[in-house]
């Protein structure tokens, strides 16, 4: 199946800093990128639509000055944390669709669990 | 109400059991439908994937669609220790690159 990686695995920054979330497909090419958060034991919750080439699209509630996502090439998505604060501590989570044979399967990366401090 | 509901659990079977999990959906657009398993700080794995109703089976697992009842299912056979973990069934409206819409989870516990 269709490989996505996501870098760091995990981070600990201080309140206020930023910090910067890649997501690759390594073996398959995706135009659009899903950006999701997951809090403990919680379902995952969509915050934006990355698109290559063009703007993202953020859901409803999502401060997308907060949320910076830049979708820079066909394998590369990158979301940035900016200013981020204690209640941004989140499993966030990348999917990409394609790679598989019907082209429909929407495949994850391992996540990057996010502690502010 | 949630667009996507699916039973939280936790639930614990023995060894060897038949597992069945389940979710009812609201939006009658759904056509694709997904189940993924997540392991405890991993990302979510895709199982099963199928469009519109019907069944599909691949070694133990069997997903089922019934669009008319907005209700679709996961069966495991011969579960293992190993199948222990959350499972997500997710759904999306029509082809295209489109964002999933997520149950809540149902955490499965395996007894050896």
């Known amino acids: 199946g269709a490989v996505v990686s996501q870098h760091p695995s995990w981070v600990i920054c201080k309140s206020g800093t930023s910090v910067k979330i890649e997501c690759r497909s390594l073996?398959?090419?995706?135009?659009?990128m899903f950006w999701y958060r997951q809090f403990p034991k919680q379902s995952l919750m969509l915050m934006a639509t990355?698109?290559?080439?063009?703007?993202?699209?953020?859901e409803q509630g999502v401060e997308k000055d907060k949320f910076l996502i830049n979708h820079a090439s066909l394998t590369l998505s990158t979301l940035t944390v900016t200013s981020a604060h204690p209640e941004d501590s989140s499993f966030y989570i990348c999917?990409?669709?394609?790679?598989?044979?019907?082209?429909?399967?929407?495949?994850f990366g391992p996540g990057t669990r996010l502690t502010v401090t | 109400q949630k667009e996507v509901e699916q039973d939280p659990g936790p639930l614990s079977v023995p060894e060897g059991a038949i597992v069945s999990l389940n979710c009812t959906y609201s939006n009658s657009a759904f056509q694709y439908f997904m189940w993924y398993r997540q392991y405890s700080r991993k990302g979510p794995e895709l199982l099963m994937y199928t469009y519109s109703s019907g069944n599909k089976e691949d070694g133990r697992f069997t997903a089922q669609v019934d669009k008319s009842s907005k209700y679709i299912s996961l069966f495991i056979r011969d579960s293992q220790p190993s199948d222990s973990a959350t499972y997500l069934c997710?759904?999306?409206?029509?082809?295209?690159?489109?964002?999933?819409?997520f149950g809540s989870g149902t955490r499965l516990q395996v007894q050896p």
């Open positions: 997710a759904m999306k409206v029509g082809a295209g690159r489109r964002a999933l819409t």
């Open positions: 073996d398959f090419q995706a135009t659009t």
């Open positions: 999917s990409a669709e394609g790679g598989g044979a019907g082209e429909m399967e929407q495949y």
């Open positions: 990355s698109n290559e080439g063009s703007k993202a699209t953020y």
